[in-house]
């Protein structure tokens, strides 16, 4: 049984290494459902109560120069992340309820 549990625990813990190599950085969040007046320094300013962040970016169309109504959070640690996410997903910021999620790689 003893080898059982060692195959088990080694199987389980290279499963949850290539979901978290898979998902790509867990500090990164992607922040859906904002109002198209939100602009960086807003997302900023909800989001650096949870932790230091390296990077915030509303993106926006090309041709307006108009938010596309979602952005990303990059936190310096996956621990701030979380609460962030925990906290935040589903709350009002300019009159709109946002969507938190994590980021997918690559984004």
Not at 67 to 84: N, R
Request: hydrophobic share 40%.
């Amino acid at each position: 049984m003893q080898c059982l549990r060692i195959k088990h625990a080694s199987w389980a813990f290279h499963t949850a290494n290539r979901w978290l190599i898979s998902r790509g950085s867990c500090s990164k969040l992607f922040v859906g459902g904002l109002s198209y007046d939100t602009n960086e320094s807003v997302l900023k300013d909800a989001f650096e109560k949870f932790g230091e962040i390296i990077q915030v970016k509303v993106i926006c169309n090309h041709r307006t120069a108009k938010s596309e109504g979602y952005g990303f959070v990059h936190f310096a640690s996956d621990a701030a992340a979380s609460i962030a996410l925990q906290k935040m997903d589903g709350q009002l910021l300019d009159g709109r309820n946002i969507r938190v999620q994590y980021a997918n790689k690559g984004r």
